[in-house]
């Protein structure tokens, strides 16, 4: 549970615009990956700060460790859906992937033979109301 509250830390210090402590948590060569369209790079703007804080609010409304992952999930209204994975190492986020108005399953594909087993699924609250791209991330 430690990873996860380094994760809740993260974005409270976002909220409240302390780019000192963010900069504390996260690893000097983050490693980001990106799905979604280009103008929605919102976390990673906000990161590097080329966007203020207040630009797009991350408010989250699910926080899931698996693993050495954390999974945030949120949205804001209809037309903004987002789920940030979170990957730590030794209390310091090392790497980042942001996915914007995309479907993600991650799924845990250790050597249990074959069989691999959902362990984290988007549930964006209007999904029955429109269509997203869909994602399946292996860990």
């Known amino acids: 549970m430690q990873d996860k509250a380094i994760v809740e830390a993260l974005y409270k210090a976002l909220a409240q615009g302390h780019t000192e402590a963010v ?22 703007r906000v990161l590097t700060g080329e966007a203020s804080h ?3 609010r991350f408010e989250p409304r699910s926080i899931t460790e698996v693993g050495d992952c954390v ?7 209809a037309k903004a859906y987002w ?18 108005n995309t479907w993600l399953t991650v799924r845990d594909l250790k050597p249990q033979g074959w069989e691999s087993f959902t362990v984290w699924q988007s549930m964006p609250r209007d999904l029955f109301h429109r269509s997203l791209p869909s994602i399946l991330l292996a860990i």
């Open 83 to 100: 789920v940030h994975v979170w990957t730590l190492k030794e209390g310091l986020i090392t790497h980042f992937r942001e996915y914007f």
């Open 54 to 56: 207040t630009d797009f």
């Open 71 to 77: 999974i945030v999930e949120g949205w804001e209204g």
């Open 23 to 44: 900069a504390k948590l996260l690893a000097s060569d983050l490693e980001w990956w990106f799905h979604g369209p280009p103008q929605s790079q919102h976390m990673m």
